[in-house]
């Protein structure tokens, strides 16, 4: 992963809980690595071993850890860094989500060494859509939810996300997002 979700992860917890919180995050996942460059590549192992130690260091479960911060990456890092970017998606929370796969297009023209999931929407309706998700990478689902409740903040729309149990296995999944009228 680029080291900009790395830095993202460290900025959310800097701020919550401050440096020598991060310290000792990062001393337990055993990274060496001090600062993080943006656009440099990071073993994705890197970023799960943060999540980890994060979890254990907070006392939360990892899938909060990683609910949490899609939702800080939304609300902060996203519209901080790639705010012009974030402006193409949509004007309310139905069109960025109906957007995403060109949204990822465009990032991929930012950062060329990017994987990015794909996303696809299907049974749309004018409250509801089921979000298909699918990526190289496993063990992602809260993450989504994170980023999606974070839309939800950020167009100032309350949603619900609910996970379709892995309908298509291991970095395939579903979920139905709804919102009110």
Known sequence: MYGMINKALQHMVVEAHGEEVWERIRTRAGVEVEVFISNEGYPDEITHQLAGAAS?????????????????????????????LMATGGRTLREFLLNLPDLHTRVALIFPELRPPEFACSEVTANSLRLHYRSTREGLTPFVV????????????????????????????????????
């Open 56 to 84: 254990e260091v907070l006392r939360v479960p990892v899938e909060e850890v990683l609910r949490t911060f899609a939702s800080h990456w939304v609300l902060n890092t996203a519209r901080q860094e790639y705010g012009d």
């Open 146 to 181: 994170g980023l999606v409740e974070g839309l939800g903040e950020m167009f100032q729309t309350p949603v619900e996300v609910v996970p379709v149990t892995e309908a298509h296995g291991p970095g395939r999944d579903e979920f139905l997002v709804s919102w009110p009228g």
